[in-house]
């Protein structure tokens, strides 16, 4: 029986064994099917316990990606994030504005008067000939001063790793619909993610309170198939309820926090639920009595369906052609659309 990870205003985050699913007999790999699909379905969001990625592998990561952000800011600009389609590189602070918002106009708006306080480096699948990824010099003083030697391998190594976690989550959802468990496999193969490294940097307590709104990453559901978000033990990831207010999604050791995304909502033909969720202040504590929020560190793998591949409402999820809420749509042309509107 599924543990609650996260319970208040209505919502319920379960946290879930994976180890169930993956080497589990038959009736425990269909009821962890089952539990990961009901929390999709009524949270969007759920944790994930005994998953293959290693807590050692999650902490070198971690380390590695802390490195990287400590380069000086003309080494990490010269890696900038360029295009919508490459979606590779580095962000500086206030580059990105996560918002529910569409109209460009609106999200600069937004941007000049709470822009979110994050810098991120986003890789993607390192044998795209169209769109290489920007990677940082491993040699030198400088990279060598903050060990950067294997940045590249690392992050591949960890790229793959969850390119197989979202592959075998699919499976889940599958068996839990009572689909074929390979039914997502062809959507998925090519490994079309995005492995994002996030920093969130020291910011005063008071910022929070003079710009009402501030937010290190504002409310935005995420544009996919899922998310696989690893977090640091700061905290300040919140989810929105049923009720329409948000509730704290605090770290849990060891776990992986998985969230639906918009494209996996729109194939479940809204059986699947895509949640609002935002990053703040963290939580405070009776012991802390600084005028400082220390740097926040995540690290978010954005899985999405093939860029190839057409996505339309999934079979026993509409009764007549006339329940399909969405026209079907390319994954990679509707991913482009809601970046361009992000950046």
Known sequence: MEKSAVEGDGLLIPLIDFSNFLHGDEAQK???????????????????????????????VFDVSTRFFKLPSESKNSLAWTTPEANRGYSAPGREKATQLTDPKEVEAQRRSVPDIKESFEIGRDNDPAHPNNWPSESGAEAEGLGLAGFRETMMDFFDQCKALHVEVMRAI????????????????????????????????????????????????????????????????????????????????????????????????DTIKSTVHRVVEPPRKEEDGGDTYPPRYSIAYFCNPNFKSFIEAIPGTYATEADKKYAGINSGDYLVQRLTATY
Not at 228 to 245: T, Y
Request: aromatic content about 10%.
């Open 30 to 60: 269909l009821e962890t099917a089952k539990a990961i699909l009901t929390g999709f379905q009524t949270a969007g969001f759920i944790y994930l316990s005994n998953i293959p990625i290693t807590p050692s592998t999650r902490a070198h």
């Open 174 to 269: 599958a068996v839990g619909m009572s689909l074929p468990q390979s039914f997502f496999d062809s959507f998925v193969d090519n490994g079309d993610n995005t492995l994002r490294l996030l920093h969130y940097p020291a910011v005063r307590k008071d910022v929070f309170q003079i710009n009402p709104g501030q937010a290190r990453v504002g409310e935005h559901s995420d544009y996919g198939s899922i998310t696989l978000l690893f977090q640091d033990e700061k905290g300040g990831l919140q989810v929105k309820s049923p009720n329409g207010r948000f509730v704290d999604a605090p770290p849990i050791e060891n776990t992986c926090v998985v969230n639906a995304g918009d494209l996996l909502a729109r194939w479940s033909n």
